[in-house]
């Protein structure tokens, strides 16, 4: 049965690192076919609040719910079968070194399916070329791509599965300006055309004004901000005001 609220739910979320709490609280949605970016200053758990929405690890209290399931009750037998309704991309693309792109792609089919392996290569190939890439990369591997090709091959195995979400962990970060906007735009058209749900941790000020829809931001443990791109910018906060001061021009 497919489950048509909020396809991610964070309640009431605490995370207790060290001796200082890290989140204190933390409430949000996101609602299916949106795409969500997560804002915060350096050491504001923007990436450890990332991990405990995909079930990496869990918060010291609250919950996490993702399809209408509380992540952090489920056994590992159904925490996989939800794992299989999201992909994710991480920071570092965090590909296999030692396998080809085409491999890399092919490992969550090989873990979560049965495919026999010609439709399993066709559905590779299809992923591949969906990432905006040549199917000559697939042959290759990491150490021998650019970083916006990493980025493609990343998103392609996140796209394997067919998932109905997308977690993106800086998905910009070490790419030229050029890459980055290009990016953005096949993310975007992606999202709109397959009907994905997109949920991403950025710094990157031109990927919130360019493509998401709404902003959540996260200051001193708590979120202090939650909508539009343009109305958050606009709001009386000294951190919301620093950050969007290189684009104070732009509606």
């Known amino acids: 049965m497919s489950f048509t609220g909020a396809i991610l739910q964070v309640e009431n979320l605490h995370t207790h690192l060290g001796d200082q709490w890290l989140h204190k609280g933390i409430n949000f949605s996101v609602g299916r076919g949106e795409v ?5 200053g350096s050491g504001t758990g923007k990436s450890v609040l990332l991990r ?38 991480f920071q570092e693309g965090a ?18 399916t049965r495919l026999p392996l010609k439709l399993r290569n066709e559905l590779v190939a299809m ?6 890439l040549p199917m000559e990369a697939a042959s290759k591997r990491p150490s021998e791509l650019s970083g916006g090709m990493k980025k493609r091959a990343a998103l392609a195995r996140a796209l394997a599965l067919e998932p109905e979400l997308l977690f993106l962990d800086e998905p ?3 790419l030229d300006p050029i890459s980055a906007r290009e990016f953005d735009h096949l993310l975007r058209v992606l999202c709109d055309s397959l009907g994905l749900t997109a949920f991403m941790a950025t710094h990157d000020l031109d990927t919130l004004w360019g493509m998401v829809d709404r902003v ?15 109305e958050v910018a606009k709001l009386d906060h000294d951190w919301i005001r620093a950050y969007f001061s290189a684009h104070s021009g732009r509606q």
């Open 36 to 40: 969500v970016a997560l804002i915060g």
């Open 52 to 89: 405990q929405c995909i079930g990496l690890t869990r918060p010291s209290q609250g919950k996490v719910r993702l399809f209408g399931e509380d992540i952090c009750a489920l056994s590992g037998r159904q925490l996989n079968q939800v794992r299989s309704r999201y992909g994710v991309l």
């Open 95 to 112: 590909l296999f070194s030692s396998m080809t792109v085409a491999e890399n792609v092919a490992a969550p089919l090989q873990e979560h």
């Open 127 to 132: 992923k591949i070329r969906l990432a905006g």
């Open 172 to 174: 910009t970060s070490g």
């Open 216 to 230: 959540i931001v996260l200051y001193a443990g708590k979120v202090i901000a939650n909508g539009p791109v343009n």
